[in-house]
Nanobody, 119 residues
Framework: QVQLVESGGGLVQPGGSLRLSCAAS????????MGWYRQAPGNERELVAS???????NYGDSVKGRFTISRDNAKNTVYLQMNSLKPADTAVYYC?????????????WGQGTQVTVSS
């Protein structure tokens, strides 16, 4: 079983910054891609950003130039630095990690962390 622990959400004013973290743990785990998704009330879950084990990144159009995804492979941890936050960024943010565990594929989701951007 692959467990994900998220941290870093909260309330921030427009224009502010937050940093999310997600640590993956599990015996025999080899992670390929790590990412962040978000879901606002009444909306579908959408990709925020993803990063491969080689460092290739992909961003949703609405966050390009404001958010930065990074990862520490030694710690199996992914980070999301969010700058210039807008009220439209308010959502529950979910960590997603995919890879293999003992040669079997896995795709795990975190429990979600609330990000609220409001004055």
């Amino acid at each position: 079983q692959v467990q994900l622990v998220e941290s870093g959400g909260g309330l921030v004013q427009p224009g502010g910054s937050l940093r999310l973290s997600c640590a993956a743990s599990g015996i025999g785990v080899r992670i390929s891609i790590m990412g962040w998704y978000r879901q606002a009330p009444g909306n579908e879950r959408e990709l925020v950003a993803s990063i491969t084990n080689g460092g290739k990144t992909n961003y949703g159009d609405s966050v390009k130039g404001r958010f930065t995804i990074s990862r520490d492979n030694a710690k199996n941890t992914v980070y999301l630095q969010m700058n210039s936050l807008k009220p439209a960024d308010t959502a529950v943010y979910y960590c997603n990690v995919a890879g293999t565990r003992w040669s079997s594929d896995f795709d795990s989701w975190g429990q979600g962390t609330q990000v609220t951007v409001s004055s």
